[in-house]
Nanobody, 126 residues
């Protein structure tokens, strides 16, 4: 069972930057994918950015060019560098890990089934 712990959320003015971190353990799959989702009030949870064990990074169109997952992140730690933040980026941000285990409730994104979630960290943009 994967555990994920986020940190780094907070409040920032539009145009500013924030960095999120997530530590997760244990990963037992040879191929795996971790990343970030967000959920604003009244909206569905949406994928923001993910990185898999091949080093492939995916970004939502809304954050391309502004958000970055460093591709040299360690196996059990990922970051999200958020730059040029906009009002519409405000949301609860969740670290997520994909799983191939059957029977889990998942959100599918970019070919992966995300089943494990952190507790969330709030990002406020004003």
């Amino acid at each position: 069972h994967v555990q994920l712990v986020e940190s780094g959320g907070g409040s920032v003015q539009a145009g500013g930057s924030l960095n999120l971190s997530c530590v997760g353990w244990p990963y037992t799959d040879i191929r795996y994918c971790t990343g970030w989702f967000r959920q604003a009030p009244g909206k569905e949870r949406e994928g923001v950015a993910t990185i898999d064990s091949d080093g492939t990074v995916k970004y939502a169109d809304s954050v391309k060019g502004r958000f970055v997952i460093p591709q040299d992140d360690a196996t059990n730690t990922i970051h999200l560098h958020m730059n040029s933040l906009k009002l519409e980026d405000a949301a609860m941000y969740y670290c997520a890990a994909a799983s191939s285990e059957p029977g889990l409730e998942v959100i599918r994104k970019w070919g992966w089934s995300f089943a494990y979630w952190g507790q969330g960290t709030q990002v406020t943009v004003s």
